[in-house]
């Protein structure tokens, strides 16, 4: 198993943001999604209970720790197992335990096996909750609504999750995100007549904090150049629109599970032709 | 193969099988389900003790609820606002002896009806000729539930009437009329409710009256200023209706207190429930909220403290519809059960059924949600519940209505909730904002749970077993023993639906006891008086109450299954007044008509 096993669900703790920060700063991620739950919590009681997030936490450190001992060899960095675990803890909506731990194992454990030439597909909480949405609708949901809907934590959150994102050069994928989620609301309340407020109010919400912050930015599970960055999450923000016009209530975490692995493999396959295309040229 | 290739399989192979899981528990337990579905009365009988057969639609207690249409701002979500008002409450309104029903009406001019029970099966409306059918006139607001005491010691119960619109106070005149007598009461001008209880919170010997609001007062819901009228938020809401306390100063005027005595909140409330919880004596209220959490008043006896979040029921917020309470386990301590939402896929949040922690009292009083432990979590979009006794084995069992709004069965409005659902305040706020319903469905056509208490910690669901297929949108619930069987009946109000009775038939092997009471020091309703039965080395306790569930009062009879072979060994009566009384010597089968010894 290659080095790419020890991925991270966030911009900051790999690829660019590893170079340029010190060791210290790899963890303003996980102190940003810690004080995203901390405050919500205290704030709000979002968390149903700390056991369940507990669970989810444990479940995803523990599984890291013995995967990538097994495949790896060596003890893994924790941080992404962390972000992948409280990801499941403030998004899976359930009375029970178990689908915060099976979130999270589901979540690990696809980095190691849904992998194509060395890297994998799904960023790692969208494909543990995604996962259970479909096999489990019955027992699991998705955060939507927990946070309140007051104003001034929005504008907390937004403002640090910017900053941080912006310090860890994916903003462009956050700010293109969010300007087609605004194109393509307009576009739906002219489709479906319903009022633009409407439309615009799923972001306003809790669960896209996450989502924009932490889950369309992870450098593991996007593509390589900043322009491919924006056209993929521009198609993501598309994809949820064909989604919303259906009346798909999880909408851009389907969006992303679809949109994500396929940006992947065109470009695993785009670079699979390229020594070939380098050889002939030499030959010339 | 190598050593990594094969740990590389496993891993495969874990993940294929973890990712099959919820899938294969899932139709095992549907397998489960159907095998404990029977079909036929003679095995619903001999397997659970009981079955229920629907015979108000073929009585003469024929009654369909109606609807508001309330202000045409509101036109695109009406089924959505104009989604409550369908009450039920059970009274002996003439003292002969056999409960009467009293269900409200929500439809400008439609009409309230009050079943009197004829005692051959049949009922006849009387409310008209006595004088409180006509009570949702255009302007003065419809009805969302009522709740009966005697609130000036008479012997006969009167009636309170909440609504969205003018509350209404009616003097039962010993069963022959009822007079109007709300602007002796100083009720408000308005208030736009959904709950109400009559209890006696400073035990003086008078019922006094808790009203909550849902929508704030100054809402006129056929007249609307403003389209800002929403929730601000979907979980933390604080918008909502005030609360009032009327006490009851003994001259048939009410004096408002709640500020007082420390009521302040204006969440959205559905529910309220008042039980001595702690075993002081007093009178202690629950409510359970819309939008929000649940709050818990405890009742010092002068004032009211809220220690939701100390006693643990007040702290994760969800869409409280229900409050009841019953002594699930025999120990002798009130849980309680809260009406939540849950939609596959969509919304979980869960039904709560707060247990008292095991060595936890008084004060330090604490709740643990034991819902999901105890298999009565799920409910769909649950409304009213209570608990009662129905297969006469000695413990308690609950009965649950839902569904939201039953329209287009193909079409469903879930997902524009939910997008509006978690927006910011000032978009979830403004009715204006909401996407139009169009006759699509939200959570309707719904299976009711009728959950039997196995004694062990556990409920099961045997809803279609007993018979209980109905797919109404169901609001109320009453629990009433109807013909004085020994049984406990169930009456269900649906909104936009017909009124439903269902007739329990219970196996004869399990026996019964029921205690009428009536208060002499304490109020004469006897509303908060306690029996504490034990039989066979178990104890179970009960209380009257002054309404509990949502929109509805069961009968205050108290009615205690007591299973086979039961050797009854004393009943303690503790009254609202702080007298105790104990009967022995007690024969299952009889209603026991006991009044407080002066």
């Known amino acids: 198993m290659s080095q790419s096993a020890e991925s991270m669900d966030s911009a900051i703790l790999g690829g660019a943001g590893r170079r340029r920060f010190s060791l210290d700063n790899r963890y303003i991620a996980p102190l940003f999604i810690t004080f995203i739950l901390v405050v919500g919590h205290l704030g709000y009681g979002i968390l149903e209970s700390y056991e ?145 407020w409407a439309e615009v109010a799923p972001i306003t919400g809790p669960m896209y904090q996450l989502f924009v912050f932490f889950m369309i930015t992870d450098p593991k599970t996007t593509v390589k150049s900043k322009k491919w960055q924006c056209i993929v999450v521009f198609f993501v923000a598309f994809v949820e629109m064909l989604l919303r016009l259906n009346h798909v209530v999880h909408a851009p975490l389907y969006a992303l599970f679809l949109v994500g692995p396929t940006a992947m493999l065109i470009e695993i396959w785009l670079e699979s032709r390229r020594p070939v295309v380098l050889q002939e040229s030499n030959a010339t | 193969m190598t050593g990594g290739k094969v740990a590389k399989v496993i891993l495969i192979v874990v993940f294929v099988a973890l990712l099959a899981a919820p899938v294969v528990f899932k139709r095992l337990a549907a397998r489960r389900e159907a095998a404990n579905t029977v079909r036929d009365t003679a095995s619903a009988l001999a397997r659970y003790g009981f079955y229920l057969e629907e015979v108000g639609q073929t009585s003469s207690a024929k009654f369909t609820h109606q609807v508001p249409t309330l202000d045409k701002q509101l036109d695109h979500i009406m089924p959505q606002v104009a989604s409550m008002g369908a009450g039920v409450s059970v009274v002996d309104f003439d003292r002969d002896g056999w409960p009467d029903i009293y269900v409200t009406n929500s439809g400008e001019g439609s009409k309230n009806a009050l079943f009197r029970n004829m005692t051959d099966g049949s009922f006849k409306d009387v409310a008209a000729d006595l004088g409180i059918a006509d009570v949702n006139q255009a302007g003065t607001g419809v009805s969302m539930g009522a709740i009966w005491g005697d609130y000036d010691n008479d012997g006969y119960e009167d009636l309170f009437l909440y609504k969205w619109g003018k509350p209404e106070l009616f003097h039962n005149d010993a069963g022959q009329k009822f007079s109007r007598v709300t602007d002796k009461a100083e009720l408000p001008e308005w208030v736009n409710a959904n709950t109400a209880v009559w209890f006696d919170y400073d035990r003086d010997g008078r019922l006094d009256l808790f009203l909550g609001g849902y929508y704030a007062e100054d809402v006129n819901l056929w007249h609307l200023s403003t389209t800002k009228m929403m929730p601000e938020s979907f979980e933390y809401a604080q918008n909502g209706g005030r609360k009032y306390l009327f006490r009851n100063l003994g001259d048939g005027s009410f004096e408002e207190i709640s500020q007082k005595v420390g009521i302040e909140t204006r969440r959205w409330a559905l529910a309220a429930v008042a039980a001595d919880l702690r075993g002081t004596g007093n009178t202690d209220l629950f409510i359970a909220n819309d939008y929000g959490i649940s709050e818990l008043f405890f009742n010092d006896g002068k004032q009211f403290r809220e220690v939701g979040k100390d006693t643990g029921v007040g702290f994760s917020p969800k869409s409280g519809m229900n409050a009841s309470i019953g002594d699930i386990l025999n120990q002798g301590r009130y849980s309680i059960y809260v009406s939540n939402i849950s939609e596959e896929g969509v919304l979980i949040q869960g039904n709560n059924l707060w247990v008292p922690r095991e060595g936890t009292t008084g004060d330090a009083l ?87 208490n196995d004694g062990a910690g556990k409920f099961v669901d045997v809803a279609q077993a007993v018979g209980a297929s109905d797919l109404y949108d169901g609001r109320a619930v009453a629990l009433v023993d109807l013909w004085n069987r020994g049984v406990l009946d169930v009456v269900i109000a649906n909104q936009k639906g017909p009124l439903l009775i269902y007739k329990n038939n219970v196996t004869p092997e399990n026996k019964w006891i029921e205690f009428e009471l009536e208060g002499s020091a304490s109020n004469r309703s006897a509303i908060g008086a306690e029996v504490r039965l034990f039989w066979n080395g178990r104890q179970q306790v009960q209380q009257v109450s002054g309404g509990s569930g949502f929109c509805s009062q069961n009968q205050r009879r108290l009615h205690f299954g007591l299973g086979k072979n039961p050797q009854l060994e004393k009943a303690e009566i503790r009254w609202p007044s702080g007298k105790v009384e104990t009967i022995e010597k007690l024969s299952i089968g009889q209603t026991y008509k006991i009044k407080e010894s002066a």
């Not at chain 1, 936490?57 to 001992?69: D, H, K, T």
């Not at chain 1, 495949?71 to 029970?96: D, E, H, M, Q, T």
């Not at chain 2, 193909?410 to 305040?425: H, P, Q, R, T, V």
């Open chain 2, 366 to 452: 604490r709740y643990d949600n034991l819902a999901r432990a105890m298999d009565v979590e799920i409910g769909g979009w649950s409304f009213g519940a209570q608990f009662g006794d129905l297969n006469n084995d000695g413990t308690l069992d609950l009965y649950l209505v839902n569904g939201y709004i039953s329209a287009n069965r193909d079409l469903n409005y879930w997902y524009d909730f939910s997008k509006i659902a978690g927006g910011n305040s000032t978009i979830i706020s403004d009715a204006a904002h909401w996407p139009a319903m169009d006759g699509r469905s939200l959570s309707g056509y719904q299976q009711k749970k009728v959950w039997l």
């Open chain 1, 52 to 196: 369940k997030t507990g669970v989810a936490i444990m479940v995803a450190i523990v599984a890291e720790l013995v995967l990538g001992r097994i495949f790896f060899g060596k003890w893994v960095n924790l941080a992404s197992a962390y972000i992948s675990g409280i990801s499941c803890g403030i998004l899976v909506r359930s009375p029970a335990l178990w689908p915060f731990a099976l979130a999270s194992l589901l979540s690990i454990m696809s980095k190691y096996v849904l992998r194509v030439k060395g890297r994998h597909l799904w960023n790692p909480s969208n494909f543990g909750i995604c996962a259970l949405l479909f096999l489990a609708p019955e027992t699991v949901a998705a955060l939507s609504v927990q946070w309140g809907n007051f104003k001034w934590p929005l504008i907390v959150i937004w403002t640090l999750g910017s900053i941080i994102i912006y310090r860890a050069k994916r903003a462009h994928i956050s700010a293109t995100y969010v300007a087609s989620f605004f194109a393509f609301a307009f576009l739906r309340s002219y489709i479906t007549g319903d009022s633009w």
